[in-house]
């Protein structure tokens, strides 16, 4: 393993908890009805995102699914502008009018936001299609649920990749779950790396709870894809702590087994062994954690101070110029 | 979850789940199959307890593979069963729409008369919830299009119940939305119900200045704009169309016989919806008997914008019907 | 294939073949993807010799993989290049139909602007080749219902080849379809051809008497019915709609203005067609002007089945036109 | 190998010869424009569509494709009504309106005859879960190209059958090209039981251009799935002695590659070897033949004769009952 130094300690440790806080705070405005719709939070699987994001470049491009606050986050789209979205209003990164499941940033290659399971993947592939035949050293990396292993999407997608050799990460947060359906109830074969090396890509399983391990699994992964211009399957085994949505009555899983997970928290985890082998010191947590929350309630102060795109915008790029249908 | 000896309260989504509920004891050969059915119970929590009844043989979880598992219930319904199938939103059934379009709807006639697939696909529909763009479509005007598939449409908490029954005798593939606005609406439930036809529309007004024509979710908003309209000194009649394939014409024009005005109110987009066929029938078959040009209120054509004043600008309103009504009775 | 210095004969074919030449040469982001475009030289032989002439990095043959390389063609469009993404046919589309609905059509609105998708979709549609119940659709008035994309229907050899261009200029999602009977039909390619707008209708033949409205495959059939009527006494305006989505009102409405009648010819199925948009229009912004009710001359409802004899008869056709004209102009 | 006695052989013999001589008339009623529409032959490919017939009973239910006359007639629909269906004539046995790439017949539930690429395969999951449910003992066998294979409903189906323990036997004929496109060019792994595998469905391969070694590989897949109530997947390499349909120029494999594969002709391949064997005498091959040319005969001569659907019916069977919409 690499060694860590106290700056990026305490850079992956600051990004985890400002997705976390970021997290909790939107709970609290949905139980609000601040927030509406259908919100999914990322609480316990941050490690994968931060530790995914550091291996990436800004040239990178990046496509999620509707759990995507963390991600948007991690790679830096300013959490004033994510707030303001997930309220709706004008000042958000998608002007307030995808809300918590479609966070687009053009300025951070960030493609959104899907909601369609498994719909990302197709799009990957053509991103990646295009720096390749541009010649432009970049890599596409798209990050999707276990769940959407089974759709077809998923299938094409992958022999498209290695078919063309294209620059594709893919990253699958597994967290054993679609919505309530556990992955071997959904998959015939629950190894994942399995599925993708039937189509001849490598494929790695990396501890989505340790955000070094993620971070490892990805540095590596990177490095493949950029050499060998060839897709990568990253299986990161991760958790979500809590429902699937703010609706989900979580009848299919035992407290007992969300309890055994929670003592993997990637966040304590992390920290405590950063302080027990002496990388971070024990007020540093407090430090990071109260400006995490600190920039929290500032990006809830920027989103509440937003304002409303006007009604009369509502046709607005549904085509890029003018609106030609009557 | 009793039988139904006495007239009650029910919400819409309890009347799903019960007459699955009933379906399923009455018939070994029903089952329910789909996206998180069991285990979760239902993303409208519409199957709930249904799995701890029924258990896994025939309340099937399955994965997120939406053509697969459509297809893998109309083979069922090849074979001999008499599946319902849920996707969860019809937002999602394009991804099955190759099994439905190119096999539900062609397989009996390409087989000339051989082979009829009697499945059930139910599907909850509509926005109004701040879904969002790619979570709020509302499609059943659409596959109305297709022949060789039925499109119905229960608004009330007593076709929820009701028209299932039907659609699984029906020898044919039937579509069912159930607008995601209506599970938590409550209604009555006779004591005496029964199954009810799935073809014809209702009148569930009456009214001689004008016809207000609509189905699905817009059925409570077109109600209460009726009674607003009332307020007005404008008497509307309310026709629920229940079914969009068949459309059932004939009350439509009886309706429009008698007020000689009509809007459309239809949640689809504008350009295209199911609005523009029946106004289209209308003037087809009724053109000398109207005294104005036939109106419509549907959604805007955009994709749905996630805040809630962009949302409702986009989607048909109580007072924008009204105001349509009162536009055409003036007109 | 050479420089158009010439005006010359070409069949609908080639003038589509040289259109994405040229687009090809002028443009390196433009390449074309899909289904045999390349070693077999596409399904109806549209792109055939593009390979040797642009290499397999530009003339992409996929895997049997519709919703796959659709959505890669989306994402080469993100990604700055400009595909042309070629779905063999209509009927296959509808296992793209998630990266159309719920990707290209939402993506820019629902980014607020950032993401414009500027991808050009090619299809063959339509019925006549006796090809039978799953290769006989016609879905681009279906596809006209979604906002967020354009739709247009190139029905000449001169639109076939310059269309295309204006198509690859345009900033969003524009599908194409291309009706599989016009492949070999003859027209002339004018010398000083170029780029044509993509939203407006032609009037192809001027009349008083009646406006008949098509596009695409029926193109031809109507303007013989325009002929037959003539013959007949009955001077018939012929209107080419060129673009389904936008759909052009405005020159609709100049036309029924003039002839104060009409009839819509749309090989799509009769129930909830393009038809009945066009017609809801004239009638809602044309009333008090229509002589008689709009009449329509559209595809039976039912799967196209494989004989001569039944297809004719479930299509549209010329006498068809030529009754509903006569008894719409007698009504 | 199991011993072949002499009425197996010839029966063997028979049923790809009755394809065989069935395939070059088709062709020859296209040139006449008897036959229309698109029309996809099996010739070189007979060995498939017989060998795996020998090892299912009737109440086993078959799906087929486009390509799909020779499984007809290995199924035991009889000639004439497949042949009066070519014609579109009522006699057909789908009254003529499905043509060549639509054969049904409920009678011996052949399910089709479907022209969507990859749209068998969801459809052969819910006849054997329908099976499962009813705890019929009965399999159901799916035919389809290597070129479904890319398709998300192939990797849908394969899970599914997998994960719910059915009794699917998935017969892929892999004739190295979906149209022009060479399996190579579509799949970046070209070995299709490793895919199959991946779902952990048992696979084999085995020579389609050989009968004896088809009908063996059926007969130990089929045992395995009524036995196991378990899917299985054979890769059956065969390859397409004409164009994909009568309108391919077939631009995209050299007429030196077809001539080696003809070369593996599986009829005179069998037969010699029958004949070399001493099991058929020398005189069987042409007798065989010519009463396999006497049944087309006569199959024409049927559908000749037949009848044309009257116009008025057009709109039977849009519905089981009455057509309601107006
Ligand atoms: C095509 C499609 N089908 C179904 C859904 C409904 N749905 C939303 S999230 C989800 C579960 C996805 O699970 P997974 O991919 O594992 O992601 P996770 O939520 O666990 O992060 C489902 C079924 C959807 N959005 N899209
Ligand atoms: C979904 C779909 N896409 C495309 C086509 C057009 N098409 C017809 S046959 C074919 C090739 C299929 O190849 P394969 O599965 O290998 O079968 P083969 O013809 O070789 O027997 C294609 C692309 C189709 N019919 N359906
Ligand atoms: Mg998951
Ligand atoms: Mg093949």
Not at chain 1, 8 to 33: G, V
Not at chain 2, 74 to 88: C, H, K, Q, S, W
Not at chain 2, 205 to 224: A, F, M, V, W
């Amino acid at each position: 393993m690499t060694t860590i130094d106290a700056a990026l300690a305490r850079h992956l440790l600051r990004e985890m908890l400002r997705i976390r806080r970021f997290e909790e705070k939107t709970i609290e405005l949905y139980q609000q009805e601040k927030i509406r719709g259908f919100l999914h939070v990322y609480i316990g699987e941050e490690a994968v995102a931060v530790g995914v994001m550091q291996a990436l470049t800004r040239d990178d491009s990046i496509l999620a699914t509707y759990r995507e606050h963390g991600h948007a986050l991690a790679r830096g789209i300013p959490m004033r502008s994510v707030m303001a979205e997930m309220l709706g209003k004008a000042e958000g990164c998608s002007r307030g009018r995808g809300g918590s499941m479609h966070i687009f940033d053009a300025h951070h290659r960030f493609y959104g936001g899907s909601a369609i399971v498994g719909s990302g993947l197709p799009l990957a592939v053509g991103l990646a299609l295009a720096d390749s035949l541009k010649q432009r050293n970049a890599i596409t990396v798209v990050f999707f649920g276990d769940g959407a292993v089974a759709e077809g999407e998923f299938h094409e997608a992958m022999n498209l990749a290695a078919l063309w050799h294209l620059p594709v990460l893919f990253c699958c947060e597994n967290n054993f779950y679609g919505m309530g359906t556990a992955l071997h109830r959904a998959q015939s074969v629950t190894d994942l790396p399995t599925k993708a090396r039937s189509y001849g890509i490598q494929a790695a399983s990396a501890d989505g709870m340790d955000v070094l391990a993620v971070r490892e699994a990805a540095a590596t992964a990177v490095r493949e894809v950029r050499a060998a211009a060839r897709p990568y399957f990253l299986d990161l085994q991760t958790y979500r702590f809590r429902g699937h949505s703010m609706f989900d009555p979580e009848l299919y899983r035992s407290r007992a087994e969300v309890e055994d997970w929670k003592r993997r928290d990637p966040i304590p985890r992390f920290a405590e062994r950063m302080v027990s082998t002496g990388v971070l010191a024990a007020t540093d947590y407090a430090e990071i954690d109260s400006a995490a929350m600190e920039e929290v309630e500032e990006a809830v102060a920027f989103a509440e101070a937003g304002s409303l795109e006007r009604v009369e915008d509502l046709s607005r790029f549904v085509y890029s110029e003018t609106d030609d249908e009557q | 979850m009793s039988s139904d000896r006495e007239p009650r309260q029910a919400t819409y989504r309890a009347a799903v789940r019960e007459a699955i509920r009933q379906a399923m004891l009455a018939d070994e050969r029903v089952f329910l199959i789909g996206e998180d059915v069991g285990r979760y119970g239902g993303s409208y929590a519409v199957s709930k307890g249904l799995l701890e009844e029924f258990g896994p043989n025939r309340i099937i979880d399955t994965p997120i593979s939406e053509s697969g598992f459509t297809g893998a219930g109309l083979g069922a319904a090849l074979g001999g069963m008499r599946p319902i199938v849920e996707i969860m939103t019809c937002n999602f059934s394009v991804l099955a729409l190759d099994q439905v379009l190119n096999t539900a709807a062609t397989w009996l006639h390409m087989s000339g008369g051989q082979f009829n697939i009697p499945v059930v696909i139910r599907m909850a529909t509509g926005a109004g919830l701040q879904l969002a763009a790619q979570h709020s479509h509302s499609l059943e005007g659409w596959y109305a299009h297709i022949p060789g598939i039925k499109v119905i449409t229960p608004a009330t908490v007593a076709d929820a119940r009701w028209m299932l029954p039907t659609a699984l005798e029906d020898p044919d593939p039937v579509l069912i939305f159930e607008h995601a606005r209506l599970y938590n609406t409550e209604g009555e439930l006779p004591a005496d119900g029964a199954p009810v036809d799935i073809e014809t529309a209702r009148v569930r007004r009456r009214g001689h200045d004008i016809s207000l024509i609509t189905y699905g979710g817009s059925l409570p908003k077109t109600l209460e704009a009726a009674d607003e309209l009332a307020a007005r000194g404008v008497s509307a009649e309310v026709i629920d169309l229940r079914s969009l394939r068949p459309l059932d014409t004939r009350t439509i024009l009886d309706s429009v016989a008698r007020t000689h005005r009509v809007v459309v109110i239809d949640e689809g987009w504008r350009s295209g919806g199911i609005n523009a066929e029946i106004i289209t029938r209308i003037c087809a078959a009724a053109f000398h008997e109207l005294a104005a040009p036939p109106g419509r209120v549907c959604t805007e054509e955009v994709p749905i914008p996630y805040p809630h004043h962009l949302e409702e600008a986009a989607l048909p309103q109580m007072l924008e019907i009204v105001k349509q009504a009162e536009a055409t009775v003036a007109a």
